[in-house]
């Protein structure tokens, strides 16, 4: 059972858990190259999800439901550092896959062979190993003849995309002063703007998302997500530490020139009497203009959050009776459907069986409907808990089948709300407002978990696939009829894409928790999966799933292909 009770408990849980090149005209002009690759290189996986539209879809149909029964492993890679596993998802790029691993070390392989290109291993401030989200990444970015780290350290930084070399490193933040202001996605590109946001939304901080020029590291905008200096949205003082961090990679969208990205809960999560209101832009989606960091409109779709229910996952971009809509799940469980020229709401659905924090959400409006008071003091059972009914692993769309695919679990958690002093929280503590807290199954139920295959746009389920622990992978679907997903046990699995039938799996001896991918070399495609189990999530979920906490950990890249 995990009682979270002062940084005492914090610092229990911590423990617990513990191509080539590109053409200097390109990059003047400040194109993308990321965005060039994706559209007319199948063979590539350029971007964090191959795509600007989010849907994690490799065209690739060489490795098929026919002959998937001769895959076999083509390579591996260990970075050397297992600490937190490997969260990452690689790039992959005219044949070179880069991929980073913990505390910030970058590697370019040879995907052919796996062999090493080059390793960048940064000097971090020391003050990175006394922070809570220590050690792990989700990736880099690559464009303009650069591969981009968002540091540990609250650092963007340009590497030589042939050599690897240091070109510039530009410091965003400071930890001594915004505990929690660190980077642990890769910054991504709008055309010559490096933008990102920072981890730490359940500390004391305000959550800001900042831009760079690609080119030179030179700072170019920061957009305050707190709107602090609004009385009615965060009283008093209270935005100065709303937290609300844009945690998680947003995506570009060229033809209409606006970044997609997603905002994290309010602090102090759980205890929202000294923040009334509706404490915007926390749990929300935002749309911003690249160049000027203007926004253009914004979705809160949870009004004063006092459930730990961020809205930073992926938003998959669709087009739905000649709407191009936004498909964006939020921890809470409901998944929103949104116009993307206006953030109107289409529709609501949700992608969890248990819950109660709301009697429901109108689906034509987005309103939150009878929400469920959570008394100071009392234990209050709230579903779904505090990791979602996803964590941040991403999910997959197949255009060929029109389903997305997605992990998801059944998770509640007892709460007892409690004031928290801010001032008295050290680097490493949370600012939950919580005298108690704990993961519990669905009240007369058991925890669950499953991997589910749904029409996007109306949540209708086609087919599902239980787990005895939820899928902490991001999940990869192909040309080839094919959806990959990873588990906690370090199981590989391959189903039918319209079907769900089983066609493959292997063991790589450690859970996954990053992404997996494909790309093709030299006329061969391969799968590419980051191995070793790591994050905080195994910590908060082990009272629901008691087994989670003896899996060993690792890392490693694991590439297969077809067998000769």
Same mark, same amino acid.
Request: proline share 6%; hydrophobic share 35%.
């Given at each position: 059972?995990?009682?979270? =009770? ?9 423990? #617990?858990?513990?191509? *080539? ?6 990059? #003047?002009?400040g194109?993308a ?10 063979n &590539? ?7 600007? &539209? ?9 490795i098929n ?14 970075p ?22 913990p ?29 809570f989200?220590?050690?792990a ?7 303009h ?17 042939? @050599?690897?070399?240091?070109?510039? +490193? ?14 642990? +996605? ?6 010559? !703007? ?5 981890? /730490?939304?359940?500390?004391? %901080?305000?959550?800001?998302i ?8 030179e700072?170019?905008? %920061?957009?305050e997500?707190?709107?602090? =200096? =609004? ?12 937290? +609300?961090?844009?945690w998680?990679?947003? %995506? ?10 997603? @905002?994290?809960?309010?602090?102090? &999560? ?5 923040r ?17 960091g ?22 998959? +971009? ?19 459907v ?5 953030g109107?709401v ?11 924090? !709301?009697?429901?959400?109108n689906?034509?409006? /987005?309103?939150?409907?009878g ?12 579903c779904?808990?505090?990791?979602? *009914? ?25 709460? !007892? ?10 680097? $490493?503590? #949370?600012?939950l ?19 589910d ?28 009829n094919? !959806? ?17 039938d089983?066609?493959? =799996? ?5 859970g996954?928790?990053?992404?997996i ?26 009272? $629901? ?10 890392? $490693?890249?694991? $590439?297969?292909?077809? &067998?000769?």
């Amino acid at each position: 059972m995990i009682l979270i =009770d002062g940084e005492q408990e914090v610092i229990k849980i911590k423990k #617990l858990v513990l191509s *080539a090149s590109v053409t200097s005209c390109l990059a #003047l002009s400040g194109v993308a190259t990321t965005a060039i690759a994706a559209s007319e290189n199948p063979n &590539d996986w350029p971007q964090y999800h191959r795509t600007s &539209d989010a849907w994690r879809f490799s065209p690739l149909d060489q490795i098929n439901v026919n002959n998937i029964d001769k895959l076999k492993v083509a390579w591996i890679h260990q970075p050397g550092d297992v600490q937190m596993g490997l969260q990452a998802t690689p790039i992959v790029i005219d044949g070179v896959a880069y991929y980073i691993g913990p505390n910030n070390n970058v590697y370019a392989l040879d995907a052919a062979s796996g062999k090493k290109i080059w390793h960048y291993q940064p000097e971090l401030d020391e003050i990175v190993d006394e922070v809570f989200y220590v050690a792990a990444s989700r990736g880099v970015t690559v464009g303009h003849g650069n591969v981009y780290v968002g540091s540990l350290d609250g650092r963007f930084i340009a590497l030589d995309q042939k @050599t690897g070399k240091e070109k510039w +490193s530009t410091q965003i933040t400071d930890l001594e002063k915004c505990y929690g202001c660190l980077f642990s +996605s890769p910054p991504q590109l709008a055309g010559d !703007v490096l933008f990102g946001g920072t981890t /730490g939304g359940d500390q004391p %901080t305000q959550g800001k998302i900042f831009a760079v020029n690609a080119i030179t590291g030179e700072k170019m905008w %920061t957009f305050e997500i707190l709107e602090k =200096d =609004d009385p009615k949205s965060w009283p008093g003082d209270s935005g100065e530490v709303g937290g +609300s961090g844009a945690w998680l990679p947003g %995506t570009y969208d060229e033809k209409s020139d606006t970044i997609f990205i997603g @905002t994290s809960n309010a602090a102090p &999560d759980f205890y929202g009497a000294e923040r009334e209101g509706d404490n915007k832009h926390s749990a929300s989606l935002l749309a911003i203009e690249p160049k000027t960091g203007k926004l253009k409109w914004s979705r809160q779709e949870i009004p004063h959050d006092v459930w730990d229910y961020d809205a930073a996952y992926e938003a998959l +971009s669709l087009k739905h009776n000649g709407k191009d809509v936004l498909v964006h799940l939020n921890k809470s469980g409901y998944v929103f459907v949104l116009e993307k020229d206006t953030g109107e709401v289409e529709n609501v659905w949700p992608l969890a069986e248990n819950i109660n924090f !709301v009697k429901g959400i109108n689906p034509k409006t /987005g309103e939150l409907i009878g929400r469920k008071p959570m008394p100071t003091g009392e234990e209050t059972t709230i579903c779904p808990y505090l990791l979602g *009914a996803r964590s941040w692993n991403h999910g997959a769309y197949n255009p060929n089948t029109g389903l997305w695919y997605t992990n998801a679990m059944e998770v509640c958690n007892i709460v !007892v709300p409690a004031p928290q002093e801010h001032e008295n929280i050290g680097i $490493a503590g #949370l600012y939950l407002g919580v005298s108690k807290l704990v993961a519990v199954p669905p009240p007369g139920k058991k925890a669950s978990a499953r991997l589910d295959a749904r029409d996007p746009i109306t949540g209708k389920l086609k087919w599902s696939i239980d787990y005895p622990l939820p899928g902490l992978a991001s999940v990869l679907t192909t040309g080839g009829n094919l !959806v990959f997903n990873g588990d906690p046990y370090g199981v590989i699995h391959a189903y039918n894409a319209e079907n769900g039938d089983k066609v493959w =799996d292997f063991n790589a001896g450690s859970g996954l928790r990053g992404g997996i991918v494909s790309y093709s070399v030299n006329g061969k495609q391969y799968i590419l999966a980051s191995t070793g189990f790591g994050s905080h999530a195994p910590g908060f979920m082990a009272s $629901a799933f008691p087994e989670i906490g003896g899996l060993p950990g690792g890392a $490693a890249l694991v $590439a297969f292909t077809l &067998d000769d």
